[in-house]
């Protein structure tokens, strides 16, 4: 076990130390950022429970914002690996969580 263990390590520091530095920071700013947005949605759930995201309006919207719970830890753990499905995955739930924030907090943007 300790033998494969490193083999990952040593596989993971190649990735990286594969990358250019600019991209380095740019996956550490995705893992800081869906730490955070999994950091925030626990917060809401263990507040409020499933009902958490009753007032941000239909009822797909609230399953979103809950699903974000797994999606955002699966996407840091996939950008940690240093794995491209990971940026594209963070692509994907950001290009919906933006739009879908925006329709829940519309009055409040206004």
């Excluded at 490193?6 to 600019?22: D, F, H, K």
Aim: aromatic share 10%.
């Amino acid at each position: 076990m300790p033998v494969k263990l490193l083999e990952v390590g040593i596989e993971l520091r190649q990735r990286w130390g594969a990358q250019p530095i600019w991209v380095r920071c740019a996956l550490v700013v995705y893992v800081i950022g869906f730490v955070e947005g999994t950091r925030a949605h626990v917060a809401d759930l263990l507040r409020g429970g499933l009902g958490a995201y009753a007032s941000y309006g239909p009822v797909v919207l609230q399953v979103f914002f809950i699903s974000l719970v797994v999606l955002d830890p699966i996407v840091v753990v996939l950008v940690a690996l240093a794995r491209p499905n990971g940026v594209w995955l963070g692509l994907v739930v950001m290009a919906m969580d933006v739009p879908a924030n925006v329709f829940a907090n519309w009055s409040m943007l206004r």
